[in-house]
């Protein structure tokens, strides 16, 4: 006859843990430990008679697994969260070599270890220089990079009750906002005639490659600028977090249940945009580009923040591209 929660509980409590419930089918023990999975064994052992047996395929309750003991699910969590554990974050890193993405999914992984060692919700606090946005409840998370149809931006969602926020994630060296060839291509080509026509155009061709000597640039439009920095999906109920994260910017408090997230930019709305974070759109060299939108090969179009923009670019007012 398989073994009773009550009964593994009592067990529990015999051999010196304190045992808690998390529903009626699973339970969790906190303990202080420096490795995590040596205490799951460990609890794998003393239930080995019962039909013990540890699970790492299967992420029900921790990010490690649990112990399996009959039909009920026992898990480990932490008694106190110092910070973030990087070797648990390391195992989803090490499948990616792009480091963009690889921010992303530091971001994404620590908010959900945080949920899956309290296994509960969280508060959420992002903070920057003189702002905060806090999220409350927060009870997931998905990394969503790859999904862009209908110009949607989000990186990640981060899940609040029922809702979900969407979050773009820019490191703190990115120099663009998008690529821009399917938002902008015609109107780039338009800029390049332009340029021709006020001989601000310097540039080499090759059949239909060009390779120009400077790039050419104009500033977005307020609805461009909303579109390309915000799409779809963050101008409605999301924001952009600038930073490339480390274990230190991230501070859980244990006593309030809330994770701080230290960056360097947020971005909400247009107005949150400095001087040096204004859109612009510019062309420059891509040897390997094909462009259909365009219609010359060689060049891409980026809508870049005006920091991006280097000294050497040759600026159409942005009127004059019809």
């Not at 419930?21 to 008679?49: H, P, W």
Request: net charge positive; aromatic share 8%.
């Amino acid at each position: 006859m398989a073994i009773s929660k009550p009964q593994i509980k009592k067990k529990l409590k015999e051999n010196g843990y304190m045992p808690y419930d998390y529903d009626t089918k699973s339970l969790y023990v906190a303990l202080d430990y420096k490795n995590r999975i040596e205490e799951f064994q460990k609890l794998e052992g003393l239930f080995l008679t019962d039909g013990a047996k540890y699970i790492t395929n299967k992420r029900t309750l921790t990010s490690d697994g649990h112990v399996q003991i009959g039909n009920v699910i026992l898990g480990v969590t932490p008694l106190t969260i110092k910070q973030i554990d990087q070797r648990r974050i390391q195992r989803y890193l090490g499948r990616e070599s792009r480091n963009s993405i690889k921010n992303e999914i530091y971001l994404e992984k620590s908010i959900s270890q945080i949920i899956w060692d309290t296994l509960s919700t969280v508060t959420i606090i992002f903070k920057e220089r003189g702002k905060r946005i806090i999220l409350k409840q927060v009870r997931g998370t998905k990394h969503v990079g790859s999904n862009v149809a209908g110009r949607k931006k989000a990186d990640i969602l981060i899940v609040v009750k029922q809702y979900k926020i969407p979050v773009s994630i820019k490191m703190q060296t990115a120099s663009f906002w998008e690529s821009a060839d399917t938002y902008w291509g015609k109107n780039a080509r338009k800029m390049l005639e332009r340029a021709a026509i006020e001989k601000k155009l310097d540039a080499n061709m090759n059949g239909n490659t060009m390779r120009m000597k400077k790039p050419v640039g104009t500033t977005a439009t307020r609805q461009e600028e909303k579109d390309v920095v915000f799409g779809s999906d963050i101008v409605r109920s999301g924001f952009i977090v600038k930073q490339t994260f480390k274990a230190k910017d991230f501070n859980y408090d244990g006593k309030h249940n809330t994770l701080t997230i230290m960056c360097d930019r947020l971005y909400q709305k247009q107005s949150d945009l400095k001087s040096n974070d204004k859109a612009w759109f510019v062309l420059r060299n891509n040897k390997n580009i094909k462009s259909k939108n365009i219609g010359i090969n060689g060049i891409v179009v980026d809508a870049v923040p005006k920091k991006s923009v280097t000294r050497t670019t040759q600026v159409i007012e942005r009127q004059r591209i019809q």
